[in-house]
């Protein structure tokens, strides 16, 4: 098979092009099976007619496996744990600020709500909290 990537010759076991670096089955600028160059986004291979994969294996979801990143998202999905696997630093610092937020508004709730039931809260607009 041939990278996909610089489109030189490769051993089917091999991880890595030794060539360019990348790993197996990534880039899209070389068909694998015969290494000829073909379309970024080609379905099949002009020269040998093989099925293209552009979707490779391990590729989607940042090769990141896409159960354990399930998982991650449903229990830690709130502090954007699954964000920052997936290279998404953004999304999973607004998560984190909100998570954040969201929590010291609810502390700051359960307070007030303690010192309404015992007759404690006092009554101050000047106060942020
Ligand atoms: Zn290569
Ligand atoms: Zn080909």
Redesign the pocket.
Known sequence: MF?R??G?AMNDNQAI?L??G?KTGTGNAYCANCGNAVAPNADVCLNCGVAIKNAVNGEYLNGKDKITLALICFFLGGLGIHNFMLGETKKGIVKIVLSFCAGIGGILALIDFIKILTDKYVVDPDKAF
Request: glycine share 0%; aromatic share 0%.
């Open positions: 990278c990537n610089c030189e092009c060539k360019c990348v």
